[in-house]
């Protein structure tokens, strides 16, 4: 990608319009996934007659359904109207968005009732997927901004850890969980603090590349 035009360009205005626009677009995803754990949480500190349930996924049978599936479907639909900077990116972040949109439509057991029918084969295999997904996209296309920043070699060095370990810790995080909860047969608060750790972990991701772009050529202005 070439550098933005000069400020006396026609078309500064339209470039400056669509960096914003992307950096509106991480930063709405970056919002949404940390806040969610805590919403759903301070739902039920609030609420009275909601105790704090045993994964997130059990708050779609609670009255914080609509913030549930709000924020997962918009954040999928959000992750597949992002391009990525290279096809490959684009197209792992377009499989992530996909996934996480079934897993707000297809929901989990209700609690106590955990059967492992398809329903919650479905719903655990697109909310693992997502995660791989995403992971893949980071573990091998987060570092390709890299290659224009600005940024002494220390700092890209501390970012490039700071990928790996994202990518690392959404898959982990995930699957430790989905585990607890085939041992335990239903959730548990281990199982929500895990799934807390993977949702965080993905929304501090976009908050630290949007920094990691302010120190690009991509992102330079003129």
Not at 6 to 12: F, I
Not at 168 to 175: K, Q, R, T, Y
Request: hydrophobic share 55%.
């Amino acid at each position: 990608m070439s550098r933005l035009p000069a400020a006396n360009d026609p078309t500064d205005a339209l470039a400056r319009h669509i960096v914003g626009t992307y950096f509106a677009l991480r930063a709405a995803m970056s919002v949404l996934a940390v806040g969610l754990p805590i919403i759903l949480v301070g739902w039920s500190i609030l609420d009275g007659d909601l105790p704090v349930l045993g994964s997130m996924s059990e708050y779609y049978y609670s009255p914080a359904r609509d913030v549930f599936v709000g924020v997962l479907v918009g954040t999928g639909i959000t992750l597949i109207c992002y391009r990525g900077y290279g096809p490959l990116e684009n197209g792992l972040l377009n499989v992530a968005g996909s996934l996480l949109v079934a897993v707000a439509l297809v929901p989990t057991d209700p609690p106590g009732e955990s059967d492992f029918g398809l329903r919650m084969a479905v719903h655990a295999a697109a909310a693992v997927g997502f995660f791989i997904s995403f992971a893949a996209s980071v573990w091998w296309c987060a570092d390709d901004t890299l290659d224009t920043s600005r940024d002494s070699a220390a700092r890209i060095r501390r970012y490039r850890m700071v990928y790996r370990a994202v990518a690392v810790i959404v898959v982990v995080a995930p699957v430790s969980a989905l585990a607890l909860v085939l041992v335990l047969r239903q959730g548990a608060l281990a199982v929500l603090v895990v799934e807390a750790v993977a949702v965080s972990t993905f929304g501090i991701y976009w908050a630290v590349k949007s920094y990691e772009l302010r120190g690009t050529e991509l992102a330079e202005q003129p």
